[in-house]
């Protein structure tokens, strides 16, 4: 699940924001922030054992959607969620829901990414200030 500060259908703040119910399963995610540290981290090292690794790029710990639909809740981008059962989810929605919780000591020992707890909240917030100067600006 990628996140960063910019608004886009693809960003998983964006897509939360929208979900009146959202399920509490655990899964990693992904920051803008460490993946561009991992782009760099292999185009200046063309030897990393990241090579082939690449698929396992996230933020260390994880979350869920209904930890991150509370986080922009607190910001005021949302109402507080309410659960949604992942066996509710999974009756009507095909495919079936995959949560993924990474880990890789090798990733997590070279690019050192952050932990969710601390990242989430400081993405979130940026992503709040964004929404505020992009909504001041349509006025123009």
Known sequence: MPYSPVSSPRNILSKLVGYEKLIDDP???????????????????????????????YDKGITSPFKIGSILSKVGLRQRPKFFEKFDLDSWHKPKRVNTVLSDPIFEEVIKPPMVENELPRVVELYAQSLKITKSLDGF
């Not at 803008?32 to 690794?53: C, E, F, Q, V, Y």
């Open 27 to 57: 899964n990693s995610i992904t920051s803008a922030d460490t993946l561009l540290a991992t782009i760099n981290h292999l185009i200046d090292d063309w030897k990393s054992p990241l090579w082939g690794r690449i698929s396992l790029v």
